[in-house]
């Protein structure tokens, strides 16, 4: 059956830490037939951006429609103040059923007496205190959570409960110490695969879709996958799917780091010493050490990566035909998309950290909605995930607070116009001082500032599209340089939120 409403459904679907080009529609190398599907029955932006490479700013980003400067939660280790405005929050004043399941990451695995945390420990294992919570949180009326990526020992919360509900009782054994006891996992998840977060993730959200069939109010659902991010771990026969000798191991130029900033270089040695990044309280940052690595294992590293897009493919097409055996699609706007990028081998360098390269801030990103989003169609127009919740309420009908600073992108997911941006910025704050960092994109260029520092980066994505050759201090791109910085300065200005209108002379 289909119910009959006047508002456009909204179903999210997301990865965690997904390189931009891991989509099978346009990389042979992998398989990825359901989000293949996605590609040719809407539009894929071939240049979406995160707003922050890393999980929380980009996620709280993801439901404020705010910069992580902006909503507050700027950092790993920060939390999202309670008070934000959300997305979740105005669709669900607006009658809409909001729902998140999977990942939120939007508080830190520590809970202090000033900034509490619902996902820190212990209540992050307190299984009896999940099995009567499922919000309101962020805005999102019912939630069901889970914490960890793959075995890591931060496992509970709602995905406990379902491993557990499923005749799992000893769910311990697939995971690292202290929750768990098996710490030998190498590239092949133990764990069944009826019992993977995957599996939760798909027969969560499909069971809520089989509610929203039966009710007259429109629903939003996130369907928050924690896959591919590291550890490269998955069930079998994912595990294989790919051979590691028939993958492309990207790797890095020589010399290429010559005229980058130090942080690169040292990367690039054995033993670095990044003692000079660390801030007064001792705090280091993501990705700030050797990156130095075996070429095969990291063959197989990237094999079993590509496992896991296929496997959570899978996952995502049983959401997808539920969705159409329910008779949703036609009114549901579809997005696809990840937080972030990843690094595995390209300029040397693996996973994530200060290190502004397209794999790391672009994300693979599509959109369907059957007769308003032209199916097969790709555009180079810029995206921030940023835009997603002005966007979302620009489907929905409901125009967003002055306070979103994100983008509408109605216009252009339609077709009707070519562009609603001419820029893209990412922020990264990792820490208060010694690693703070803004990158400006453009349609051709790309510049990086670094906080307190002369160094910096200038690539031309044009002529050099592989990010080989910083032009940062090259006399030919000073006047370039100059400009963008200025560009740069203008598009900070541009994106300072304005809660309300001027309504006096004083």
């Given amino acids: 059956m289909k119910a009959q409403r006047s508002q456009t459904n909204i179903l999210l679907i997301t990865s965690d830490q997904q390189h931009w080009n891991t989509l099978g529609a346009f990389n042979p190398e992998i398989r990825t037939p359901n989000l293949d599907r996605l590609v040719g029955e809407g539009m894929v932006f071939q240049r979406a951006y995160c707003p922050n490479p890393t999980c929380t700013p980009t996620r709280a980003s993801m439901i404020t429609g705010k910069y992580p400067s902006q909503h507050g939660a700027w950092s790993l280790g920060t939390k999202l103040p309670e008070s934000e405005q959300t997305v979740g929050k105005i669709l669900s004043e607006h009658g809409y059923q909001t729902t998140l399941i999977g990942k939120a990451h939007f508080q830190p695995l520590t809970s202090t007496r000033r900034y509490s945390s619902l996902e820190a420990y212990p209540v992050l294992q307190d299984l009896d205190f999940w099995k009567h919570f499922h919000g309101p949180f962020y805005g999102f009326d019912h939630v069901e959570l889970a914490r960890n990526h793959v075995d890591e020992a931060h496992v509970g919360q709602h995905y406990a409960l379902w491993m557990k509900s499923k005749g799992l009782l000893n769910w311990q054994d697939y995971f690292r110490p202290p929750t768990g006891n098996n710490d030998r996992q190498r590239h092949t998840w133990e764990i069944p695969e009826q019992y993977h977060y995957n599996s939760w993730i798909a027969e969560r959200s499909n069971a809520l879709l089989e509610s929203y069939a039966h009710s007259e109010r429109p629903f939003f659902l ?53 003692s000079s990044y660390l801030e007064p309280d001792g705090n280091g940052c993501h990705g700030f050490t050797s990156h130095l690595h075996d070429p095969d294992k990291l063959a197989k590293d990237i094999a079993v990566y590509y496992g896991m897009v296929s496997c959570m493919d899978a996952y995502i097409g049983k959401i997808l035909d539920h969705l159409d055996a329910l008779g949703l699609a036609d009114n549901t ?42 199916a097969g169609a790709t555009t180079e127009a810029l995206q921030s995930l940023v835009d997603l919740p002005t966007t979302f309420l620009a489907y929905a009908g409901i125009n967003a607070p002055r306070d979103m600073v994100g983008k509408n992108q109605w216009d252009v997911w339609t077709g009707a116009i070519p562009a609603v941006r001419d820029h893209v910025i990412v922020e990264n704050r990792h820490q208060p001082t010694t690693v703070h960092l803004k990158t400006y994109i453009n349609e051709r260029y790309k510049i990086t500032v670094y906080y307190n520092q002369t160094y910096g980066e200038l690539f031309d994505l044009l002529e050099d599209p592989g990010e080989t050759h910083n032009r940062w201090d090259d006399p030919a791109f000073r006047d370039l340089k100059s400009d963008l910085i200025l560009k740069m300065l203008h598009a900070e200005m541009g994106k300072e939120p304005l809660w309300m209108p001027r309504i006096a002379i004083a």
């Fill in 333 to 374: 706007l579809v997005v696809f998309t990840s937080d972030h990028g990843h690094l595995f081998g390209q300029h040397g360098l693996i996973a994530k950290g200060a290190f502004h390269y397209e794999d790391l801030l672009r994300v693979p990103m599509v959109a369907r909605l059957p007769g308003q989003i032209p």
């Fill in 222 to 274: 996130w369907a928050s996958f924690f896959d591919p991010h590291p550890d490269y771990l998955v069930p079998k026969p994912w595990d294989t799917m790919y051979d590691p000798n028939k993958i492309a191991r990207p790797s890095i130029t020589p010399d290429e780091h010559d005229r980058n900033p130090p942080h690169f270089q040292l990367t690039q040695q054995r033993n670095p010493d990044f």
